[in-house]
């Protein structure tokens, strides 16, 4: 089965495009939800986590997310430690998948993260789409998607690699800026492409 990367900055329109991918019949593996997943209560990880932050563990022994986010997000050396404890496992989890999807007979399937550069994944990727737009465009939707201030949605865009590095390593390039439309014939010529059966 190939497994075929699919990334870009925050909130260009990964999960969007992935959409798409799944709707043409597409598997997508979901790296933020398996995140999600791998510090549910009960999990190795969120023991780990709960041992060294215990302050972000709510009433009910959930994370809470946004808050250990805004903590890590201030501090590298804390982030690099909340990495080594989730990313391992989230890893772990993809793979996983990857091969539950292979056994059931998939011949290609859609990884969408947003670290895939970053953590150099590419590596065992059979090709990487990287969705773009102006930083303008991805601005404006991260503020109205997640009612953040104008500032805060800035420095979540400046803490990422810039999309010139990951347009480096792109197979296929999305063009995201326009309507949904015009995003989506774009999904239908790269998986015509990927898929030709389809
Ligand atoms: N072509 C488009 N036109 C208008 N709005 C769009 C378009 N594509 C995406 N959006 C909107 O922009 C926002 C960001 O898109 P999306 O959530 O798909 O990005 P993402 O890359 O998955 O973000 P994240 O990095 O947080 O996972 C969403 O509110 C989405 O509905
Ligand atoms: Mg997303």
């Known amino acids: 089965m190939k497994l075929i990367g699919l990334t870009g900055g925050i909130a260009s329109g990964k999960s969007t495009v ?6 043409l019949g597409c598997p997508v593996i979901d790296a933020d939800r398996i995140a999600r997943e791998v510090v549910e209560p009960g999990t190795p990880a969120l023991a780990e986590i709960s041992r060294r932050w215990p302050n972000f563990i709510k009433g009910d022994g959930t994370l809470d997310r946004a808050a250990l986010g805004r903590e890590v997000f201030a501090d590298a050396s804390s982030r690099a430690e909340l990495d080594s404890i989730v990313f391992p496992r989230i890893l772990e989890r993809t793979l ?26 590419d590596a065992g ?26 500032e805060d949605a800035r420095a979540r865009i400046a803490s990422q690699l810039a ?5 480096k390593r792109a197979r296929w390039v999305i063009d995201n800026s326009g309507t949904l439309e015009e ?15 389809s």
């Open 125 to 150: 990727l059979q090709g990487l789409i990287v969705v773009t737009v102006p930083e303008a465009t991805q601005l404006a939707r991260l503020v109205s998607r997640d009612h953040l201030a104008n």
């Open 18 to 23: 992935a959409r798409m991918f799944a709707e």
């Open 163 to 167: 999309i010139a590095e990951k347009l």
């Open 183 to 197: 995003t989506r014939r774009q999904v239908e010529r790269i998986w015509a492409e990927i898929e030709p059966s």
């Open 96 to 121: 996983e998948r990857s091969n539950e999807l292979d056994r059931a007979g998939e011949t290609v399937a859609l990884f969408d993260a947003a670290l895939i550069v970053e953590k150099s994944l």
